[in-house]
């Protein structure tokens, strides 16, 4: 072929530049990586470096996993097309997430991202109840689609972000730590905070209840990813659900980024807080890289969709190579035990990050369950100051030593982990040794933050923060200067 | 594994009726196909039993080619992560794409979706032009998503379909044998009725400058697929965009269906009008039945996207081995000189098509450019009645002859022809020799259409052709009656 499939990283950097629109950006980007190779949890660089990857929710079973690798050049090199025709992979694959399913979640839609299939479970709640209103979270964000942009306040919240829609309405994220009601700030327990979010979603019901005679539907990542880690207090999901029920809304669980056993005690994070919702979008690990993405609801709702007589037709979704994938994947999870593989090591990751915290001023707080693990940083911790600036360095430093993390939240203080499934405790503690090292550099007063070259802090970026970032900047030398 | 990947086709349709959405519909519904295999232009179901395939437009260098599935495979096993990291297949890909593009069209954006793309193309629309109004074709259609809906009359026009945004606003279809104004009845030149529908899209832009200071977007195929195979007329795309950018509005060519090369002359189908549009979405066959799709557009535009300083991330957008998987497709376009054969074949095909016409009455019309074909099936060639039924009858029996046709158009009386590139003059007489045959049969009044089996009839599907097929019951009757 013409191309040469290697060329020297400035020219890839050269025609990016030219040719791929500015709006997708890089990350590390006055650096950014090139990457050639992923095996398990590791990526190689063009020069054959080794990076630890702690953040890749998607390579699910770890890079490049044979199985799935040769089911899909398998089902490739048989078939691959629209499922207007049978095909023994789909039917397998929608029978398989069913069993994962409680009931009476039993129909399926396959679609190609969770964009998509969030798009899709909010057309089946509109169809369903009849009713506008959406109920989402602050901080949420639930894809890339027009439609997905007008519930993710993600977005929304930036300047230059769209308008918020008047049909959706905002309730606070159930952030104990940073959230309207926190622990142990505010002395009450887990549950009560829990009961006071939820009657914050109650309260919005009502209106829009008196308002346009119903919900639609309250839509939530069962356990909250871009909003920075956030574990709901126990008993809110089941609270709020009956809030939803009762004015005769649908309770959306979007597990694009948490699901497939990311959680290890359960398969679904939902599962956590013990509540059945009405639809459960996944996507991202489905396919362990693979464009694949479902939806799945109950007969009575799918039933609504299917009576308006109008076909629901998407070109790739659920094609016979899709579903091969991702029946590998379901393949995968169950024979290595991943499941118990990130309970286990998720647990050990989240006890040794809470011993970080007794051992670095800067660790305000520690949460996750299995591999979903967020560390967040403050400069203050009775007042909880962000410590943005911080958390850029640290993101760059943990990079120097071939350690890839990122960070999020509102303020973008919040490390994260979600590594693929195939973690070690072995990667928990080269991680956690590698950051409670770059920890105690911050700690040392003779490396005050304020001389850490500021041209390195400004560029990493995280999933989805780059804006915010812009807001940061200001912020970001506050704290500085408060040090 | 536990899963059978082969199973009796009773049990995949039990499997499939009970887990996946209704609203999802299979191809002949009384009597689906399995399809387990597929080789260029053949499909071959779980008996062995081969299929020529006059339909697939997304198999576009032909079902599983071996370049296109040892891409795949390849990059598959060495890496395949998000575009947040360099990796050259993208960048190569962009490029590539780009020199196929006239001037200024070179920034790209990649998806997983045709639907994403138009998602995105409306959005990047709105961002550069702050306005809101959009003009589409009447019986388009442009994506399974809300947004996209929106925009597509092929959906909106339904009974049970949603309600047409106040911002949406519809022009008719350049349809010259059933639309508007048409040719011959006329009277008219192909460039009077070109004029005459382009005109339709300028009083629009007038009244939507008139009243909102300015239009956002003009959305179209470049050559209406869904709306039945429709040809425009010269100079048509020209005038409209003309006035659509004196409004100050965005010209978006929608290619998902129609690029790549079919129209045989040329890479893109908007070339053949001469135009330059301002955004152009391309999805189907650019990966051969993979997920991926783009939008080029010019830097100016994107410029403006990214001017926002809201990062655009899509997970699987862009990754390695989408982009391997389409640039393996532009080798086999370039390698096997598929635009050649799409003109060479198409043209077979076409003047095939046209001696069926002064053979069988039932043929009212025959258009197309290069592999892309529609032959318009009437009762009556004065009063252009649609043989709705007749054309049901005629892609079932052409299924008994193991050939596979559909039928669009809003009437859904046109038979559609759009196979994968690598058909040959060979399948071209195949076809037309069938087709022959079959209207013959139909043509002898000792077999009227109304005593062909109703049963049969009313269950075959065409592409995102359900409602339609609950409307036209009645008309069929009508027209069944009428012989």
Same mark, same amino acid.
């Given at each position: 072929?013409?191309?040469?499939?290697?060329?020297?990283?400035?020219?890839?950097?050269?025609?990016?530049?030219?040719?791929?629109?500015?709006?997708?950006?890089?990350?590390?980007?006055?650096?950014?990586?090139?990457?050639?190779?992923?095996?398990?949890?590791?990526?190689?660089?063009?020069?054959?470096?080794?990076?630890?990857?702690?953040?890749?929710?998607?390579?699910?079973?770890?890079?490049?996993?044979?199985?799935?690798?040769?089911?899909?050049?398998?089902?490739?090199?048989?078939?691959?097309?629209?499922?207007?025709?049978?095909? !023994?992979?789909?039917?397998?694959?929608?029978?398989?997430?069913?069993?994962?399913?409680?009931?009476?979640?039993?129909?399926?839609?396959?679609?190609?991202?969770?964009?998509?299939?969030?798009?899709?479970?909010?057309?089946?709640?509109?169809?369903?109840?009849?009713?506008?209103?959406?109920?989402?979270?602050?901080?949420?964000?639930?894809?890339?689609?027009?439609?997905?942009?007008?519930?993710?306040?993600?977005?929304?919240?930036?300047?230059?972000?769209?308008?918020?829609?008047?049909?959706?309405?905002?309730?606070?994220?159930?952030?104990?730590?940073?959230?309207?009601?926190?622990?142990?700030?505010?002395?009450?327990?887990?549950?009560?905070?829990?009961?006071?979010?939820? !009657?914050?979603?109650?309260?919005?019901?009502?209106?829009?209840?008196?308002?346009?005679?119903?919900?639609?539907?309250?839509?939530?990542?069962?356990?909250?990813?871009?909003?920075?880690?956030?574990?709901?207090? !126990?008993?809110?999901?089941?609270?709020?659900?009956?809030?939803?029920?009762?004015?005769?809304?649908?309770?959306?669980?979007?597990?694009?980024?948490?699901?497939?056993?990311?959680?290890?005690?359960?398969?679904?994070?939902?599962?956590?807080?013990?509540?059945?919702?009405?639809?459960?979008?996944?996507?991202?690990?489905?396919?362990?890289?693979?464009?694949?993405?479902?939806?799945?609801?109950?007969?009575?709702?799918?039933?609504?969709?299917?009576?308006?007589?109008?076909?629901?037709?998407?070109?790739?979704?659920?094609?016979?190579?899709?579903?091969?994938?991702?029946?590998?994947?379901?393949?995968?999870?169950?024979?290595?035990?991943?499941?118990?593989?990130?309970?286990?090591?998720?647990?050990?990751?989240?006890?040794?990050?809470?011993?970080?915290?007794?051992?670095?001023?800067?660790?305000? !707080?520690?949460?996750?369950?299995?591999?979903?693990?967020?560390?967040?940083?403050?400069?203050?911790?009775?007042?909880?100051?962000?410590?943005?600036?911080?958390?850029?360095?640290?993101?760059?430093?943990?990079?120097?030593?071939?350690?890839?993390?990122?960070?999020?939240?509102?303020?973008?203080?919040?490390?994260?982990?979600?590594?693929?499934?195939?973690?070690?405790?072995?990667?928990?503690?080269?991680?956690?040794?590698?950051?409670?090292?770059?920890?105690?550099?911050?700690?040392?007063?003779?490396?005050?933050?304020?001389?850490?070259?500021?041209?390195?802090?400004?560029?990493?970026?995280?999933?989805?923060?780059?804006?915010?970032?812009?807001?940061?900047?200001?912020?970001?030398?506050?704290?500085?200067?408060?040090?």
């Amino acid at each position: 072929m013409a191309y040469l499939q290697s060329m020297p990283k400035s020219e890839t950097i050269r025609l990016r530049e030219k040719h791929v629109g500015a709006a997708c950006q890089l990350f590390f980007r006055s650096s950014p990586l090139k990457i050639v190779r992923g095996i398990a949890q590791f990526m190689y660089d063009e020069t054959g470096e080794r990076y630890l990857d702690c953040i890749n929710n998607v390579a699910h079973v770890g890079h490049c996993h044979p199985h799935v690798v040769e089911a899909g050049r398998n089902q490739m090199s048989l078939i691959s097309t629209n499922n207007r025709y049978l095909h !023994d992979e789909l039917v397998i694959l929608a029978e398989r997430l069913v069993k994962t399913m409680p009931e009476p979640l039993s129909v399926c839609f396959f679609v190609n991202s969770g964009s998509e299939a969030n798009d899709l479970a909010l057309r089946l709640a509109r169809i369903h109840t009849k009713k506008k209103d959406i109920i989402t979270l602050d901080h949420a964000y639930h894809g890339h689609l027009t439609s997905m942009i007008d519930v993710s306040p993600y977005k929304l919240n930036l300047p230059g972000g769209p308008e918020k829609p008047e049909w959706v309405h905002v309730a606070p994220v159930p952030d104990i730590y940073r959230g309207k009601y926190t622990y142990p700030k505010d002395s009450q327990s887990e549950e009560v905070l829990g009961q006071k979010y939820a !009657d914050e979603v109650g309260k919005i019901c009502k209106e829009i209840s008196s308002k346009n005679g119903g919900v639609c539907a309250f839509i939530a990542e069962s356990l909250q990813s871009c909003g920075g880690q956030i574990i709901p207090p !126990d008993g809110y999901l089941k609270s709020v659900f009956e809030y939803v029920r009762e004015a005769d809304g649908i309770c959306i669980a979007d597990e694009v980024q948490v699901g497939f056993g990311r959680v290890g005690t359960h398969m679904w994070a939902f599962e956590t807080q013990d509540v059945v919702p009405d639809i459960v979008t996944m996507g991202k690990p489905m396919g362990n890289g693979h464009p694949v993405a479902a939806v799945i609801t109950t007969p009575e709702i799918a039933k609504s969709f299917a009576d308006t007589g109008i076909e629901y037709f998407n070109t790739y979704g659920g094609n016979p190579v899709s579903c091969a994938i991702a029946n590998a994947v379901l393949d995968v999870i169950e024979e290595e035990r991943l499941l118990e593989r990130a309970a286990r090591v998720g647990n050990h990751l989240l006890s040794r990050c809470e011993k970080l915290k007794h051992k670095h001023r800067l660790v305000g !707080d520690v949460r996750g369950r299995g591999l979903f693990v967020g560390v967040e940083l403050v400069t203050d911790r009775e007042r909880r100051t962000p410590a943005t600036a911080e958390a850029k360095h640290i993101v760059n430093r943990m990079r120097e030593e071939k350690i890839l993390i990122s960070r999020d939240g509102p303020d973008s203080n919040v490390l994260k982990f979600k590594p693929p499934m195939v973690f070690s405790t072995q990667d928990a503690d080269r991680l956690v040794d590698t950051l409670d090292r770059v920890l105690s550099e911050l700690d040392d007063e003779r490396i005050p933050v304020k001389n850490i070259k500021l041209e390195v802090l400004v560029t990493p970026l995280n999933e989805e923060t780059s804006s915010k970032d812009l807001i940061l900047k200001s912020n970001m030398k506050q704290s500085v200067k408060a040090m």
